[in-house]
């Protein structure tokens, strides 16, 4: 079981919303869409389910061309930030209206709708209606729904946003686990690379309608190819910084410089753009080798245990993630410190050509 986009776009009004795509889906497997707001990632899903038809392309299910194919006639389900459901059903028969159209027996409906629901933890909701319950709740009973469909391709677009924090912990853990059982193609877009990781699979990172990168979740946050999907696969964004290589010497143009080691050694001489994750800018030296640099505080923002430090360094915005709880005085000058060993290196066009050495060794 497949599903393969081959060269699919989509133009809306002028504007290009998904920039030309080859993309393949394996039977069982979890594909997350990552991607900030606009990014493509509904459009994308849009194409998939056969609610759009791509501008250029084809779309094939299982080696067939459904390019054309209403999404009544797929095998889809389809669950989105804002939850539908039908308002004059109870909870019970909202659940169970994918079995009944698809002729399945009460007792193997009343099982799925049982299991379904007990997962979603609306087993006491079952005889309410939609309206009565609260949004999260209505949200749950939206992917009890997608739970009992049988569907072959399950498209989730941001289906947890509406949930508390625990339940959609839980959530991210057993939804895959269910559909993976089923043998179904799962689809998970969602902004938050944080999420991305927990749900593990494979990721396609997005960014102004383009898929920049698809392949195993840790491989594209470890390796990605380009600036760009490293600045969609970090939350806060990747900090950035130009350095010049000199023979074993890697100068960041404000008097600091280090060592180039390992695959840092081995480029070329010339001007390269250094990218650094938000945790790894520290307000302490934690090892030999780090590098300190001095940058105007912004901004922080307390967490409950961690600081996020938002810093001007020479004009280039900064933000680090700090652990603990710290004091410090919007407009001073603070000393932070990078390992080496953490920094990604991208040449002018913004493709990667070396990873980070931590990347390496993971």
């Given at each position: 079981m497949t599903l393969a986009l081959q060269g699919v776009s989509k133009v809306v009004g002028g504007q290009t919303h998904v920039h030309k795509t080859d993309l393949t889906l394996e039977k069982g497997t979890m594909n997350v869409l990552l991607g900030p707001t606009s990014s493509g990632k509904t459009s994308l899903m849009r194409l998939m389910a056969g609610?759009?038809?791509?501008?250029?392309?084809?779309?094939?299910?299982?080696?067939?061309?459904?390019?054309?194919?209403?999404?009544?006639?797929?095998?889809?389900?389809?669950?989105?930030q804002q939850f539908i459901n039908y308002p004059s059903m109870t909870v019970y028969d909202n659940i169970a209206?994918?079995?009944?159209?698809?002729?399945?027996?009460?007792?193997?409906?009343?099982?799925?709708?049982?299991?379904s629901a007990d997962l979603m933890k609306l087993t006491p909701m079952l005889q309410r209606k939609p309206l009565e319950l609260s949004g999260?709740?209505?949200?749950r009973c939206a992917l009890a729904r997608a739970l009992v469909k049988d569907a072959g391709l399950v498209l989730l677009d941001e289906p947890l946003a509406n949930l508390d924090y625990k339940l959609r912990e839980e959530l991210r853990i057993e939804i895959?686990?269910?559909?993976?059982?089923?043998?179904?193609?799962?689809?998970?877009?969602?902004?938050?690379p944080e999420e991305a990781l927990l749900l593990g699979g494979n990721t396609a990172t997005l960014w102004e309608g383009r898929v920049t990168q698809f392949g195993l979740t840790p491989n594209v946050y470890r390796n990605p190819v380009d600036a760009t999907t490293a600045r969609v696969f970090s939350?806060?964004?990747?900090?950035?910084?130009?350095?010049?290589?000199?023979?074993?010497?890697l100068n960041f143009g404000d008097g600091n410089s280090a060592p180039a080691a390992g695959k840092l050694a081995e480029l070329p001489d010339g001007e390269y753009t250094a990218g650094f994750r938000p945790n790894h800018l520290e307000i302490m030296q934690h090892t030999p080798e780090a590098v300190a640099f001095t940058a105007r505080l912004v901004v922080t923002e307390l967490t409950g245990s961690e600081t996020f430090?938002?810093?001007?360094?020479?004009?280039?915005?900064?933000?680090?993630?700090i652990h603990g709880i710290h004091k410090l005085?919007?407009?001073?000058?603070?000393q932070v410190w990078l390992d080496p060993s953490h920094i990604y290196m991208f040449d002018k066009k913004g493709a990667l050509v070396a990873p980070a050495a931590y990347a390496l060794a993971a």
């Open positions: 609610l759009d038809v791509p501008n250029t392309g084809t779309i094939h299910w299982n080696g067939k061309d459904v390019t054309g194919m209403r999404v009544q006639d797929r095998k889809v389900a389809m669950v989105y209206s994918p079995m009944r159209l698809l002729g399945k027996s009460p007792a193997e409906i009343d099982a799925a709708v049982q299991k999260g709740q209505q949200q895959p686990k269910i559909f993976e059982e089923a043998g179904s193609i799962f689809v998970y877009a969602t902004t938050e939350d806060p964004p990747m900090n950035f910084v130009q350095i010049l290589k000199t023979g074993q010497t430090v938002h810093l001007n360094h020479q004009g280039e915005r900064w933000v680090g993630l005085n919007i407009g001073d000058d603070l």
